[in-house]
């Protein structure tokens, strides 16, 4: 049993805007006060975190970063994304706040992160041993590239460009191989407002031929791709 542990303090505008976004996650706030400074406590499971206020704050400006361990990145992202789905219609993809996708990327196994409404990032990884690294194919090392610029250090166009490059350069890969690098690059286009580049791509994803093989083994994408569709046409304007 460890004796000792660490709780991150995190800056905020309000803690109003904090506060709802992680009920929604699933987790519990233990202590809120207002006087002689805003300040609150949640906890989930053995994840706590302490925000504060700070009159003035943009979150776009924040610095906040945690690193979060846990037995199975999968299940956590199915949890958080169900109860951001409970609470507000769906899961934020785009802007602040925002939760990326579990994705392996360069030098670790699959992760994702939560950007909260205080622009502060939660980083989820698997604790314990690391996964075998799998053979991969070459534009699943290009993927894994991406996830490593856009979600780990938050620079969507140097993914953007390392997909794009990748898939220009390995334009004769399968369509099974093709696929991931495809919708991803669709999720980074609508993460950064480029809803008919975003459609564009799923179009294409839309009309690859595949064995039912590889739907079975590209499920996850393919549901991926799935709900970024849907997601384009509930955000088109009506008329």
Known sequence: MRTEYTIPGLPCRDLDDVLPFYTALGFDVTYRQERPNPFAAVRRGGIELHFFSVPGFDPADSMGSVVVLVPDTWALHAAFAAGLREAFGKVPVSGIPRMTRPRARQGAPGGFSVVDPGGNWLRIHRHGDEEPAAPQSRLARVVAAAVRQADSHGDEAAGVRVLENGLARHADAPPAERLPALVYLAELRLRTGEREAAAT????????????????TLATDLATAAELTAELRASQPAG
């Open 201 to 216: 791509l799923l179009a294409e994803v839309g009309a690859l031929e595949l064995s039912p093989a590889d739907r079975e």
